[in-house]
T-cell receptor, first 112, second 112 residues
Framework: DAKTTQPTSMDCAEGRAANLPCNHS???????VYWYRQIHSQGPQYIIH???NNETNEMASLIITEDRKSSTLILPHATLRDTAVYYC?????????????FGKGTKLSVIP | DAGVIQSPRHEVTEMGQEVTLRCKPI?????LFWYRQTMMRGLELLIY????????DSGMPEDRFSAKMPNASFSTLKIQPSEPRDSAVYFC??????????FGPGTRLTVT
């Protein structure tokens, strides 16, 4: 799997959009970008994933640059419950691509 | 669905004792994963099963660790004998095909 680079920590004011960047400059054509988060003392939680098109679900939006070398996870209206460590993971599709390699992630603190 | 269920949530044991961690995956999921999380090493994949069959156990640290999945709704991770360096949070996760993984709440193991 390609390596990813994320900032160690970020702050966001409650109610504002949280934009979490991720660099994955060595990503391959068949590799997806996945985002998970881990709230303190809980198991990781799937947020969203995408290949090359922007994706949106009830939790967040994922913006992937045209060259696919970086992406941004957007939480449109951050709440205190969004305080967590956010992991950007690159993973190939298909059989044999089960591995989720968690790095150190970005610790997002939502400030009241 | 209740999600992935793990038991116990906390386990404190003495060095040399046998420890058994349990996991009930989400009904219908065909993949089951065991992870370990420590401050030093982060989240690491230990082993995963597909349709109850172990596929890759290369992450299992030593012969002291073993995992079984006797049926589609139950898996165990056993450590015998346990050592202080096994202290960690152990997560079980399940997925349908190789889509997003759903994690349980984890078992916090302390070996004294």
């Amino acid at each position: 799997d390609a390596k990813t680079t994320q900032p160690t920590s970020m702050d966001c004011a409650e109610g504002r959009a949280a934009n979490l960047p991720c660099n994955h400059s060595t990503i391959s054509g068949n590799e997806y970008v996945y985002w998970y988060r881990q709230i303190h003392s809980q198991g990781p939680q799937y947020i969203i994933h995408g290949l090359k098109n922007n994706e949106t679900n009830e939790m967040a939006s994922l913006i992937i640059t045209e060259d696919r070398k970086s992406s941004t996870l957007i939480l449109p209206h951050a709440t205190l419950r969004d305080t967590a460590v956010y992991y950007c993971i690159v993973r190939a599709s298909g059989a044999g691509s089960y591995q989720l390699t968690f790095g150190k992630g970005t610790k997002l603190s939502v400030i009241p | 669905d209740a999600g992935v269920i793990q038991s116990p949530r906390h386990e404190v044991t003495e060095m040399g004792q046998e420890v058994t961690l349990r996991c009930k995956p989400i009904s219908g999921h065909d993949y089951l994963f065991w992870y370990r999380q420590t401050m030093m090493r982060g989240l690491e994949l230990l082993i995963y099963f597909n349709n109850n069959v172990p596929i890759d156990d290369s992450g299992m640290p030593e012969d002291r660790f073993s995992a079984k999945m006797p049926n589609a709704s139950f898996s165990t991770l056993k450590i015998q004998p346990s050592e202080p360096r096994d202290s960690a949070v152990y997560f079980c996760a399940s997925s349908l095909l190789l889509d997003e993984q759903y994690f349980g709440p984890g078992t916090r193991l302390t070996v004294t």
